[in-house]
């Protein structure tokens, strides 16, 4: 039966099958179905076998075309959602304002038909693929759907009928498992197979899964049908298992069991049906979870519940499994895995061969359909572990790591059904548990503090699994979900789960951890910290900041309550684990403490959001001081880093200090360190904190009244930075408000402040650099005030500037000035800097304004801010400012300063003061105002009585006991003290004058404090802290002394310590009354009366001396008693007491400071007088705009008449003239330029086009008509004869510029050998004779040979002679024929002559081979000739072009940059002399003479010679100035040109009357006749125009030809249109004659109006008798000078035109109308938007190879759309853009590529990127379309590159050059 039907037609056999299943009894037709279908779809044929699909094409269509059958069903789409799935790297876009979720996206066909004007928008290049969300209510706003998913159209679709879909509800089931059994068979385990060739098997399966896609986008009815089939379960069962009489299928089936069992999962059947675990009754329903632990699943409940503290003792990478509480999780469903519907096993398959893109495609195709879409997300869900694993061991991690993403972003940023999976499927217990096994993997001992006995695991940053950001699908899926409220809500919720996620959160705390290398560098520099940095960002801090989203309100209270519970008690743990008591390892870091992190964030959101108070949420002291000393160790540790004390673990521990700090990462490390430990400042004794402080940067030791003292840890040049590192952080941890008060928006403007302060930023960077809070993906800075209105708040907008020469700017931000005066931060800058130098830089621009604005000339000090009051809650922070510790350090170290003792700085003092007064702008809230506060019992302090401030100011100190090593100054003059009398009482122990009994006895502070410290912590548990904090005796510190000497002392012997006492009497006032004299080297600087006008606002701004002014202004305003101490300092002051004091080790280090002081001032004076004198030099060598006439170095046109020119040598130096044996050379640098040949008609530049209709016609450019003209005339007449009646050059003539420096030959060429041998080449290739110029180092690559002898031909040469025309016209003639005689004597070989020589060479091998030979026969002299002469036209033309066309600029015009014309006439013109003209074809005689007719002297065989009328006039002039005899007198060059103006003038005459209608021709011709007989007759136009149509009407075809365009000009031409016409086609030749006479013979060129040029010009070049009136109402005719009859002589020249006229050569008629005049070269003109260009051709075809091109580019001269570094259109190993330069530019290009919006320039051998002339809104690029914002044109840019272009200075303005290899 079924063979019957397989033979017969597949389209009747459908139909035939349809029919039957569609009666009520349908069972035979169902039993043929089957039986077909069990033919057709067997599994056993080879998959490849397209039979199979055919016929289920044909059954689906039920006897219709298929195509047809796709249509109707299309016509049934009730789909409202767009769901186009794309993969990676397709355009599409994001707009903010529509999207609801971060992760929305649209496919450019609904972005563009919705309306996005103004939105908060940009384009991206899909990463992972991804899938449009128009239509998805859930995911963006309705406002932003398109038109088309606007309407929900599914109301108004029509029912399916039931037939339609009748056969697809049969066939396709089978077919589907047919592909699932292909798939079953395929697969082979990787252990098994040594080439998993997964590849193969589905190459053979794309034509199936490709029709399944193709299903797919049928629209909504076709994919209900493939709903109800994939997810039918009884279908399933039925063909899944088969039948019994199925053995096929049987065993298909046994092999997906295998697979699930080698994968480590179970099914359902085998295991019997598992209880639910003991308390799970809520747990998962039916599949559930399936196995986390994979083979090793045999792991008994009770096993994986044991407490993380038994496993202590593993040992190394042994894998610690992680409690998993049997009460939340039930172990029998972690390992099943039952596969219940087509859709579930395809998703098992599609895994396991590590999702293929086209099974992605399909299953994501089918998400607009809800039912589909909910059961594949509980399925993607089911097998979210399997994909886990599955992941971890795939080789193609990253391309599975996207294809992962693109699936479940699409499932997981709907709320409505991630909420749904939540409570149905438990999706955060399965993330959980997945990502902690995932880590589990790759777990490690810690080494942090107790290396033997530490218990704590961390995660090994080195493993491949963080390394390559293996985990982040699952984080990135973690972070997603989380962003939903309600499913952060449920977790919140769950304490079993915050458990889990804080053991999580742990495995990171204290990873990477470093240890200082003491003794020699380190080997190898691991770069893992990428790696930590990364894992604890994206695994730790972003979900963090996802849950305190949810965290704002004061509902939501509870939540913050639990999870800090959860942090302290997995802090304690931790704490534990790693063995920690009170001190922290020496020499140990680690930067990554996520614990503490969390804990601080919620603290923060708490007491600012939620309105909680602090103290509920914080543990008891001993547990704070155990939370500070981690972070405060990382600050301790910055500071070593940058005092280079970690120096020999590499560049990598830099690496890590600035990353940490870095704006991606700040907000989520540095910020909440900080703001921790300043939480710990306020709750912890100040004095404790401070004094931790101090010995965690190693620096107690340096706070010695003594001026020697030894430091046990540190090294001497450590000691500042140190210190100072320290006094930075207490400032820092003091002024700091970013979690203390400073409101969201007030936060934003002090980081757009910081950063905009230490640079002009561009809007981009500072988006880039301001920490953004929340969740990185949304992209929106959070705030009630946004991002834009705060920027243009503090800073203004300083639009591009466009220098041409410049480099190109972009636009930037810099702080209004206000911002300056009022909120420069420097405590802020410093924390954010990632480089110090930004530090320094902010600070100098800083003193730029100041001295700007005229308030602070000198060098001024950080300024002080005020801050913004603290929160009630953090009120303690204040007692840091407050304490005894903290003043007897100021005091201390102000001393120091005064004393000069080393080591000390001015930014410690600018510290010390900012300290001081932060505590006066704070203060103590109990402080009675000028009491002397009562001093408390227990405090036996003898250095100060009280711990404020303010009183503490006044406090006179006498007597100081210090230790001192013996051999100090200290200890000298006490003995020289006793030897004179008696001592001061060093037993007044009891008198407040030194502090015996106080434990802060100076001395040797580190030994006193650290025992204290150690003393008091071991004691804490004992004792209340606080008494014991403030009671420690000298005893009890000896008590613990052993311990500590035997850990610190170093081996050596060291000095003795002995204790003196220092006699001090000063207060801190009067120390810095003293400070302030010593700043301002005055004896008395401050006068008792000075208080009376203080006013401290006035003191904002300055230097140390103003900054101490404020502080004592403050101190006198706050408190009576000060002011009065203050008064009675300045009445009675001394000179300060340093030179006996000083030992002689602090002198020298004072001359230090001084002679390097001096030093840098000097090296300024010289800096400064080294770039005037640079900018001298730029001015004469190299300024761009200068006139030739003016520049010193100019080539001699300043020189006296007939003195020789001297030329200087760049390279020896030498100045002389250049001579036969040692010629002098000009650098020039020579270059193909097809620029002229781009020029076109109109003014107007053209389009690019952007849509199929525009087109651009390569036709009318300059290049293209020459190129028609020559070889039409080549058709006609004598080859030889035509190459001098044209120029070429104009595409690929060779331009020659110079930057004006000369230099000997001979010096030249040692020059170049030894850039030969120089490798370090920078971008240019010596080889190809490529050099710098010495001294400007422009680019060039040849040299040009100056001629010996005077400047320009002068003298002699220039007086005008009376001699007639008809005798000059003789003389020219006979000069002509003088070949031979060349002043140079060709004939012997000199130097020079080699030279010119070889420039010849190197001029011919500037450009192309096709560019030179357009002749007949290649090679010959006439080509060659032809080559020369255009090569002078070529820079003569290039020259007008520069000057703007026209000359009406004069001399002095910017664009003739230095011109070394007049040489290389002289070098082309000995060339010249080596051909020379046939005197019988010489045009010159046929200029003016008449001859007889010759057409007897060639037969037939010749062709004619060109007519003289279709003779390029300027091509003669150049050709006749070339090869006469050099020099040429002016008169004999003014003769040439007045003779070729009546040529000129003729075809002028002759071109102007094909242009008439017939009847215009008769009438002019009939009106002049009758004037030719009167006198001067032909000086006027009239007469001569009708002898010119009267004599052209003989020849045939040349007014016939064309009646058509007759017709077209209808307009009448008047007398004054024929003149201007007349005039401006003579123009061309005018110009071209002046500018040659200008360089010949260096007369001056006046400017004019551009109505005036004729007038002008043609008196310039000696047409016009000097007593011509020179108007503007000009007559053209009147400057003709004929030497004969000038009607016979045009007769003559007509006459040429009538032999012609044969019926073959009509087509040589087209030769008279040519039109001399062009446009100037432009470039394409572009589209205002950027995305014109990019929607049209970023997807467009390339015309040779018909692909898409990876990389589009579009030339911007011609339009040509081409491939870069495309191997498809490669030719000859060279790739299509550079083909393309050298086609269209001679070797430059111009290439707009397409899709990173930037130009590359191609020159030669080389190319650079140039920039963009598209920028945003913001006035910046965007390179490789990165940001995607809009982007627009920027004109003065375009116009830049334009100009670049014509003026050929690409070489010189961009450095940055590459070689291409040919392959662009």
């Not at 449920?490 to 959160?505: P, Q």
């Not at 003779?1511 to 003779?1539: A, G, N």
């Not at 087209?1710 to 470039?1723: E, H, I």
């Not at 963009?1812 to 840019?1837: I, M, N, Q, T, W």
Request: glycine share 6%.
């Amino acid at each position: 039966m079924a063979a019957s039907l397989l033979r017969r037609d597949k389209k009747a056999t459908a139909a035939h099958l349809k029919a039957d299943l569609n009666r009520t009894d349908n069972s035979s037709g169902l039993r043929q179905l089957q039986e077909l279908l069990d033919n057709v779809l067997n599994p056993e044929k080879p998959a490849a076998d397209t039979e199979a699909l055919d016929w289920c094409k044909y059954l689906l269509a039920g006897g219709d075309g298929f195509e047809e059958f796709c249509k109707t069903v299309r016509s049934y789409d009730n789909a409202t959602l767009c769901g186009l799935v794309w993969t990676a790297n397709f355009v599409a876009y994001r707009c903010r304002t529509c999207g609801i979720s971060p992760c929305m996206s649209l496919c450019a066909e609904c972005f563009n038909n919705g309306d996005h004007t103004g939105h908060d928008f940009n384009m991206f290049r899909s990463q992972a693929g991804g899938a449009c969300d128009c239509g998805d209510s859930n995911v963006m706003r309705e406002s932003g759907f398109c038109r088309r998913h606007r309407l929900k159209t599914g109301e108004n679709v029509p029912l399916v009928p039931h037939d339609l879909l009748l056969m697809s509800e049969m066939v396709l089931p089978r077919f589907i498992i047919s592909i699932i059994q292909y798939l079953r068979d395929g697969y082979t385990e990787p252990e098994s197979a040594t080439d998993r060739d997964l590849q193969k098997v589905l190459q053979q399966l794309e034509p199936q899964i490709s029709f399944l896609e193709e299903l797919t986008k049928m629209g909504g009815a076709m994919r209900t049908v493939l709903t109800k089939i994939l997810t039918n379960q009884q279908t399933f069962k039925e063909l899944s298992v088969g039948q019994e009489e199925n053995v096929y299928a049987k065993r298909s089936y046994e092999k997906y069991l295998l697979a699930l069992k080698n994968s480590g999962l179970v099914s359902v059947e085998e295991k019997g049906s598992a209880g639910a675990g003991p308390g799970a009754a809520d747990s998962l329903a039916g599949a559930g979870a399936l196995s986390l632990l994979g083979a090793a699943a045999a792991a008994s409940p009770d096993e994986e519940n044991k407490e993380e503290d038994q496993d202590g003792g593993q040992c190394l990478g042994q894998r610690k499994r992680v409690k998993l509480s049997s009460s939340t999780k039930d172990p029998s469903i972690m390992d099943t895995l039952k596969h219940k519907c087509f859709l579930e096993e395809l998703l098992f398959w599609t895994i396991k061969y590590e999702f293929p893109q086209k099974m992605v495609t399909f299953l994501l195709n089918m998400l607009p359909d809800q039912d589909y879409k909910i059961t594949f997300t509980k399925t993607f869900v089911q097998h979210y572990a399997f994909i886990m694993k599955t992941l971890m061991k795939s080789h193609e991690s990253d391309t599975m790591s996207n294809r992962i993403v693109h699936i479940s972003v699409q499932l997981f940023s709907n709320e409505e059904l991630a909420r749904h999976v939540t409570e149905e499927c438990q999706l955060l217990d399965i993330m959980v548990t997945v990502l902690l096994y995932m880590m589990e993997s790759c777990l490690i001992k810690s080494e942090l503090q107790d290396e033997e006995n530490n218990r704590h695991v961390v995660v090994n940053c080195g493993e491949a699994l963080l390394k390559n950001n293996t985990y982040w699908p699952l984080v990135s899926d973690f972070i997603n979900i989380l962003s939903h409220q309600s499913v952060a809500k449920r977790f919140l919720e769950d304490h079993s789960l915050l458990m889990l996620w804080m053991s999580f959160v742990s495995f990171f705390q204290g990873m990477n951890l470093n240890k200082r290398e003491l003794n020699e560098h380190v080997e190898f520099e691991s770069q893992t910290y990428y790696a930590a940095f990364a894992a604890e960002l994206e695994a730790c801090a972003q979900p963090m900041w996802g849950l305190l989203t949810h965290c704002k309100v004061k509902e939501t209270q509870e939540y913050t309550k639990t999870v800090v519970r959860y942090c302290l008690e997995t802090l304690q743990i931790w704490f534990d684990a790693i063995g920690f008591v009170d001190e922290p390892a020496p020499n140990q870091v680690t930067f990554h403490l996520p614990l503490h992190r969390y804990y601080a964030m919620f603290l923060s959101k708490a007491v600012k959001c939620q309105g909680l108070d602090l103290d509920s949420l914080l543990p008891d002291q001993e547990m704070l001081m155990k939370i500070m000393v981690h972070p405060l160790q990382i600050q301790a540790c910055l500071s070593e880093i940058h005092s280079n004390m970690w120096v020999r673990n590499g560049l990598q521990i830099k690496g890590q200090a600035m990353t940490y700090v870095q704006s991606h990462f700040c907000n989520s490390m540095i910020d909440p360190d900080i703001f921790l430990l300043q939480v710990c400042a306020s709750r912890l004794d100040p004095d404790y904190f401070i004094s931790s402080v101090f010995e965690r940067f190693k620096v107690v030791d340096l706070l010695t009244m003594a001026s020697q003292h030894q430091n046990t840890v540190l090294d001497a040049e450590q000691e500042r930075p140190m210190l100072e590192g320290a006094l930075t952080f207490l400032v820092i941890l003091c002024s700091l408000r970013i979690h203390m008060g400073m409101t969201d928006d007030e936060i934003l403007r002090a980081e757009m402040v910081s950063q905009l302060c230490m640079n002009d930023r561009t809007h981009s960077s500072l988006l880039d650099l301001i920490p953004e809070n929340p969740n990185p993906k949304s992209g929106i800075v959070p705030g009630s005030c946004s991002f834009e209105e705060m920027l243009s708040a503090v800073a203004d907008f300083k639009a591009p500037v466009f220098e041409p020469g410049g480099s190109m700017q972009q636009g930037m931000y810099t702080p209004k000035a206000e911002v300056w005066e009022k909120e420069f931060d420097p405590i802020m800058v410093i924390l954010r800097t990632v480089y110090r130098r930004d530090v320094q830089s902010a600070m100098d621009r800083y003193s730029a304004f100041l001295k700007q604005s005229g308030i602070h000339t000198g060098n001024p000090w950080p300024p002080y801010k005020e801050r913004t009051p603290l929160h009630p809650c953090y009120r303690g922070l204040v007692r840091l400012l407050h304490c005894k510790t903290l003043h007897i350090v100021i005091f201390t170290l102000l001393y120091k300063i005064w004393m000069d003792h080393q080591n000390m700085s001015e930014h410690v003092l600018c510290m010390v003061l900012y300290l001081v007064e932060l505590g006066l702008d704070n203060h103590m809230q109990e402080d009675k105002e000028d009491e002397e506060p009562c001093i408390e019992e227990h405090c036996h302090d003898s250095w100060f009585p009280g711990t404020s401030l303010l009183s503490n100011l006044h406090h006179v100190i006498h007597f100081v006991r210090v230790r001192v090593p013996e051999t100090a100054p200290e200890v000298e003059k006490k003995r020289e003290r006793e030897r004179e009398r008696e001592t001061p009482p060093s037993t007044s122990a009891e008198s407040s004058s030194f502090g015996q009994s106080s434990r802060r006895l100076t001395g040797n502070w580190r030994e006193n404090l650290r025992e204290a410290q150690l003393f008091s912590l071991v004691a804490e548990r004992r004792r209340k802290f606080q008494e014991i904090i403030n009671r420690s005796s000298h005893e009890a510190s000896q008590a613990v002394r052993p311990k500590s000497s035997s850990r610190w002392h170093p081996p050596g012997s060291p000095p003795q310590l002995v204790t003196e006492i220092l006699e001090i009497r000063e207060s801190m006032l009067s120390l810095l009354v003293k400070l302030h004299q010593k700043l301002s080297a005055k004896q008395n600087s401050l006068s008792p009366s000075w208080l009376e006008e203080a006013d401290p606002a006035h003191h904002a701004h300055g230097d140390g001396i103003t900054a101490i002014e404020r502080i004592l202004a403050k101190a006198a305003s706050r408190s009576r008693h000060s002011k009065r101490c203050l008064q009675e300092i300045c009445g009675r002051v001394c000179p300060p007491v340093t030179a006996k004091k000083n030992s002689p080790g602090d002198k020298k280090s004072m001359d230090k400071e001084e002679r390097r002081q001096r030093a840098r001032e000097r090296q300024q004076k010289l800096l400064a007088e080294f770039a005037s004198r640079q900018k001298s030099f730029m001015e004469t060598a190299m300024d761009v705009e200068s006139p030739e006439a003016e520049a010193a170095m100019d080539v001699g046109s300043a020189e006296p008449l007939d003195s020789e020119v001297l030329y200087d040598c760049v390279i020896c130096g030498q100045s002389g003239p250049s001579t036969e044996d040692r010629p002098t050379g000009l650098v020039v640098l020579l270059q193909a330029s097809s620029v002229l040949g781009h020029r076109c008609r109109s003014d107007e530049a053209k389009r690019l086009p952007t849509s199929d209709e525009e087109q651009i016609f390569p036709e009318d450019t300059c290049g293209a008509t020459n190129d028609v003209r020559l070889a039409l005339m080549q058709r006609y007449f004598k080859d030889s004869s035509c190459l001098q009646s044209v120029s070429i050059g104009w595409d690929g003539g060779v331009y020659v510029q110079t930057c004006g420096h000369t230099l000997h030959i001979d010096c030249h060429k040692s020059y170049m050998e030894s850039l030969r041998n120089d490798q370090v080449l920078q971008g240019f290739s010596v080889d190809k004779g490529e050099f710098t110029c010495p001294l400007c180092r422009q680019f060039a690559n040849s040299v040009l040979p100056c001629k010996p002898g005077r400047g320009t031909e002068a003298g002699a040469w220039h007086t005008p002679s009376n001699k007639s025309p008809a005798t000059l016209v003789k003389e020219v003639g006979d000069l002509q024929e003088e070949l031979g005689i060349f002043p140079v004597s060709t004939y012997t070989e000199s130097n020079l002559t080699k030279e010119m020589e070889s420039v010849i060479k190197d001029i011919k091998n500037a450009t192309q081979k096709k560019y030179m030979d357009y002749g007949k026969n290649p090679g010959s002299p006439d080509n060659d000739f032809l080559f020369m002469y255009s090569v002078a036209r070529t820079n003569l033309e290039l020259e007008l072009v520069h000057r703007g066309g026209n000359l009406c600029s004069g001399g002095a015009s910017a664009a003739a940059k230095r011109s070394c014309l007049n040489q290389l006439f002289h070098v082309l013109a000995m060339h010249m002399r080596l051909y020379s003209i046939d005197s019988a074809y010489n045009p010159w005689t046929r200029l003016t003479q008449l001859t007889q007719n010759r057409e007897s002297e060639y037969g037939h065989e010749e062709r004619p010679e060109v007519p003289m009328l279709f003779r390029d006039v300027p091509s003669l002039l150049i050709i006749f100035v070339l090869t006469m005899p050099q020099p040429l007198r002016k008169e004999h060059f003014t003769c040439i040109v007045k003779v070729l103006y009546t040529l000129q003038y003729t075809q002028a005459l002759a071109a102007l009357s094909v242009k008439f209608s017939p009847e215009e021709r008769l009438a002019w011709s009939n009106t002049v006749a009758a004037k030719k007989n009167m006198p001067n007759s032909e000086k006027t136009w009239e007469t001569l125009l009708s002898h010119v149509i009267s004599e052209l009407t003989k020849a045939r075809g040349v007014y016939e030809s064309r009646p058509e365009e007759s017709m077209l000009s209808s307009s009448v031409w008047s007398p004054q249109s024929i003149e201007f016409t007349l005039q401006q086609f003579c123009l061309p030749f005018l110009r071209l004659s002046c500018l040659l006479q200008h360089h010949l013979y260096g007369d001056n060129l006046p400017g004019c109006l551009v109505e005036e040029e004729f007038s002008l010009l043609v008196g310039c070049v000696g047409l016009l008798p000097g007593s011509a009136e020179s108007s503007s109402s000009m007559n053209s005719a009147t400057c003709l000078e004929w030497n004969i009859n000038p009607f016979e002589l045009l007769s003559q020249w007509c006459s040429e035109l009538i032999s012609l006229a044969g019926a073959p050569s009509q087509q040589a008629m087209t030769l008279l109308v040519q039109d001399p005049q062009w446009a100037a070269p432009r470039l394409l003109q572009l589209p205002d938007n950027y995305n014109t260009i990019f929607q049209y051709y970023h997807r467009k075809s390339c015309s040779v190879c018909n692909k898409t091109p990876k990389d589009p580019a579009l030339c911007l001269v011609c339009g040509a759309f081409v491939c870069l570094k495309g191997l498809c259109c490669k030719q000859q190993g060279i790739c299509e853009c550079v083909l393309h330069s050298q086609h269209c530019g001679a070797a430059t290009g111009i290439f707009l590529l397409i899709n990173a919006s930037v130009i590359i320039i191609i020159r030669g051998h080389r190319f650079c990127l140039w920039g963009s002339v598209y920028l945003d809104a913001h006035g910046e690029e965007d390179r490789d379309l990165r940001r995607g914002k809009p982007l627009f044109l920027c004109e003065e840019r375009y116009r830049v590159l334009e100009q670049q272009w014509v003026s050929h200075t690409f070489d010189h303005i961009n450095k940055r050059w590459g070689p291409h290899y040919n392959g662009l």
